[in-house]
């Protein structure tokens, strides 16, 4: 996600916050926070490689780096056996050196301990490191995460977990083969009022309280690409210019534009960016693989924008074991792969 302001002031602050950056919390992997301006900009996390690859993924990383146009970076690896990151910390941190991007740390941590590779007093930095800190130790730091409601999961597997399907997916699934799922176009006025309800539902609602033939229709509607791309211009204003799509597909999203300012007069409705990407979620998760791909390409572009790339990326992998061939999530993961964000130059 991305940063909200804050005050670093230890490595054990940097440790705490990670996991709010990520989703996760990680491990057997090297994280790069790169600093402009003195403030968090760019969170890369990467599986640990095996030593004879570290250069290759140095190389990766750096290049991340320099495209932000980073002043400073600060290196952070998760090991599950020890030393075994020092490859790639020492080729990393050559290599942001020979671009003139200063180092300002370089942390291992291993077994709920830390230590700083440029620290050698043992007082500060004992040889067999300091505890990893807990959330209660480092509340003050994370007021502002807890404030916007980041809760980071377990590990990355749980972050992926929460977009399989769940077992209303299959009752989902009936209904998209059956006629009312079927009529999910935009080409008529009726059928197109239909599918802005459906949407302003997916959109506002929780996912306790939805039903299943809006998911079948929002679903249904997705198919069609333009479709989902005036879905995206929903969710992301900015993100997309109208007069780029059809007329039907431009007046679909001035009707859900509209069905959901309905929806927020008619009761308290959270529209932050965390209550509309857990909804999506919900919707992915009422997807069997064989309708899920363009569900799940609309989330990672929702969460991508919105600087939440670990998200975005579980997203893609099951988008793309869905769908191999989606032509979106093709591009979206070759831009995280890149390190591309939507305000990049």
């Not at 924008?305 to 061939?325: K, M, Q, T, Y």
């Amino acid at each position: 996600m991305t940063a909200p302001p804050i005050k670093l002031r230890s490595p054990a602050d940097l440790l705490a916050v990670i996991p709010h950056l990520l989703g996760f919390v990680p491990n057997n992997a090297v994280v790069v926070v790169a600093l402009k301006d003195n403030k968090i900009d760019l969170t890369q996390r990467m599986d640990l490689p095996d030593s004879d690859r570290a250069a290759e993924v140095a190389q990766a990383l750096a290049r991340h780096v320099l495209r932000e146009e980073a002043e400073a970076a600060l290196l952070v690896a998760y090991e599950d056996t020890p030393s075994e990151s020092l490859a790639l910390l020492d080729s990393l941190g050559e290599r942001l050196d020979a671009y003139q991007v200063a180092v300002r740390d370089r942390i291992v941590v291993c077994e709920g301990r830390w230590r700083s590779l440029e620290c050698s007093d043992p007082s500060c930095c004992p040889p067999e490191g300091n505890p990893v800190p807990s959330a209660t130790e480092a509340a003050s730091v994370l007021a502002e995460f807890v404030g916007v409601g980041s809760a980071p999961l377990a590990d990355r597997l749980a972050l992926a977990d929460q977009l399989e399907p769940v077992p209303a997916a299959a009752d989902v699934d009936e209904l998209l083969t059956g006629s009312a799922a079927a009529q999910a176009s935009v080409k008529c006025e009726e059928a197109r009022r239909r599918v802005a309800v459906a949407w302003a539902r997916v959109i506002t609602q929780p996912e306790s309280t939805l039903g299943i033939a809006d998911v079948a229709v929002a679903l249904k509607s997705l198919q069609d690409v333009s479709t989902r791309d005036g879905i995206a211009a929903v969710l992301i204003p900015s993100g997309l210019e109208l007069e780029t799509l059809p007329q039907d597909t431009q007046a679909l999203v001035f009707q859900c534009r509209n069905a959901i300012r309905v929806a927020e007069e008619a009761q308290v409705v959270d529209m932050t960016t965390g209550a509309i990407r857990s909804r999506l979620i919900g919707l992915c998760r009422h997807a069997t693989d064989e309708h899920a791909a363009p569900a799940l390409t609309l989330l990672a572009t929702f969460t991508w924008w919105h600087g939440d790339g670990a998200l975005a990326r579980v997203a893609l992998d099951r988008a793309l074991r869905c769908d191999s061939s989606y032509r979106l999530a093709q591009l979206l993961t070759l831009m995280l792969d890149e390190g591309i964000r939507p305000d990049s130059p």
